[in-house]
Structures are given as structure tokens and as C-alpha cells.
């Protein structure tokens, strides 16, 4: 017999397209028609008062349905709803991260553009470097910070900074906390040779964001590496 967890299933099931549930899979179509994502790779979470809903791993994101969604208690860090036969995202641990900060949804994509992007800040700044740019218009779409009023300028500079891969996702989750607590106004976090983490104060502003810094719709030539 199924346990309560598993067939939890009113936390997942609406016909509001702007449900979590919904929003995710939706989302997730998207990142894979723009190439953010392939296969099974990449994930996206939201938050909506103490629920977390987040996409699952092993599952193609243009296939994703509703009921693969997994929905976890945000106090108390449980599954309120856990489908039998998927895994949790190993992202989880960085998405809860992001939404320690304030967040209301936060996006990871393996998009080629910021996996070199992150090629190109080492070899020419060091591995100690973040991606830093300015007069560049599409700033102008990311906040100052948490808790600060306004968007960039055109004049001003991002800066986002980059992490070391690890060979398991779960493992970069102290050296993301490091980097949000090093940089406090940054809304996204490279990891080298990887891809890139995103996230906003709702589902709106993290995708906005997400288009902004470092991704692409076709993926970039291969570096000489």
C-alpha cells in the first residue's frame, strides 16, 4: 500500500496554470526547447509559503507531468509528497539554500554559454575569479540586491561568482552558501565547468533573470580545452 507521502497528490493537482506543479513542468519544456537543459540534467524549484515544490531527478524535463513533482515541507525539511518509483533532485540542498536568502524560485540549467563563460574567467582572471560585465543592457534587468531599491544601471557592474564542480551535486552546497554569503547582492552563482544556479523573489523575476545572466538560446562553439 502506497504510504501518505506518495498519494499526497492535492498538494500537485490544480488546473491553475500558475500552480507550482504546473509552473515547473511548464518551465521546464521551455529550458529544454531554449537548450538550457537536456535529458534529465538541470532543475527548477519554487516555493509558495511553507511548500517547496521541486522537479525531479530522472526525468526528461520536456516529459515532465505534475505528479513527478515532489513536495517538501520547508520547517521541517520532509517530504509531504515523494512519488514511489523517482529519486529527489540532488539539487535540493541548493535550492533550500537560495530560498534561506528570500527566494521564491530558483532555477539550474546547464547552459554551454555559462559553463564557458566560466572557461574564460580562468584562464584569463585565475580560478579565484568571478564573472564580473558591464555596459551591457541586459543588466539593467537585475536587481541590486536583496533589500536594496532598483535595478542595475547600464554602467554598473555584475558580478557573479563561480564555484569548483564536485563530482556529486549535493557537495556544492557549502561552497554555494560560501559565495551567497561573499557576495550578498548576487541572484545567481556559476559552478565551473557545470552550469549556472539562478534564482528570484518569485517564479517571474528568477526566469527573467535567468535569461539575463549567461544563458543562451543555441549553445556557443566548443572552447580549445
Known sequence: MAS????????ITS???QHPANLICELCRK??????????GGG????????IFIAPSGVQKELMHPSNIFVLDYESRKYLRRPSVLKPSACTPLFLAAFDRGAGCCIHTHSQWAVLVTLLVERDHGADACFEISNLEQIKGIPRGRGKEG??????TLKIPIIDNTAHEEDLTE??????????DTYAVLVRRHGIYVWGDNVQKAKTQAE????????????AY
Do not use: C
Open 175 to 184: 561552497s554555494l552558501t560560501v559565495a551567497m554569503e561573499r557576495y550578498p
Open 44 to 51: 527548477t524549484s519554487i516555493r509558495k509559503d511553507s511548500h
Open 4 to 11: 501518505h507521502e506518495e498519494m499526497n497528490d492535492r498538494l
Open 212 to 223: 539575463r545572466q549567461v544563458v543562451s538560446r543555441t549553445p556557443p562553439p566548443s572552447p
Open 151 to 156: 535595478y542595475l544601471g547600464y554602467y554598473d
Open 31 to 40: 529550458f529544454y526547447n531554449l537548450g538550457w537543459v537536456t535529458g534529465t
Open 15 to 17: 488546473d491553475d496554470s
